[in-house]
């Protein structure tokens, strides 16, 4: 089965970076779209950024500026690097890959998220 696998979430204090990495394995045909998404206590889950599979962004107004998301085709792997971070930051970020396991069939897939905190 397809999975993807987060890491680089930790305390961090402010005006701190951080990278966040992904990596997708599994029966995986093609990936189109990867991304990250943040979910902050008893609140849902929100866009972070997002990056198509020929590098085209898109970024939450609240990070545009500190936050940059990339990914390498070949390795299927999504970063995201998060820059002059904020205590409004702190929450879990999931790693989401829009994947094609094979013909006529794209699924959603998450990972199972990793916790970023950033101190005031």
């Known amino acids: 089965q397809v999975r993807l696998v987060e890491s680089g979430g930790c305390l961090v204090q402010t005006g701190g970076s951080l990278r966040l990495s992904c990596t997708a394995s599994?029966?995986?045909?093609?990936?189109?779209?990867m991304g990250w998404y943040l979910q902050a206590p008893g609140k849902e889950r929100e866009l972070v950024a997002r990056?198509?599979?020929?590098?085209?962004?898109n970024y939450a107004d609240s990070v545009k500026g500190r936050f940059t998301i990339s990914r390498d085709n070949a390795k299927n792997t999504v970063d995201l690097q998060m820059n002059s971070l904020q205590p409004e930051d702190t929450a879990v970020y999931y790693c989401?890959?829009?994947?094609?396991?094979?013909?006529?069939?794209?699924?959603?897939?998450w990972g199972q998220g990793t916790q970023v905190t950033v101190s005031s």
């Open positions: 989401y890959a829009l994947i094609r396991v094979r013909v006529l069939a794209w699924s959603d897939y």
């Open positions: 599994g029966s995986i045909f093609s990936i189109d779209d």
């Open positions: 990056i198509t599979r020929g590098g085209i962004t």
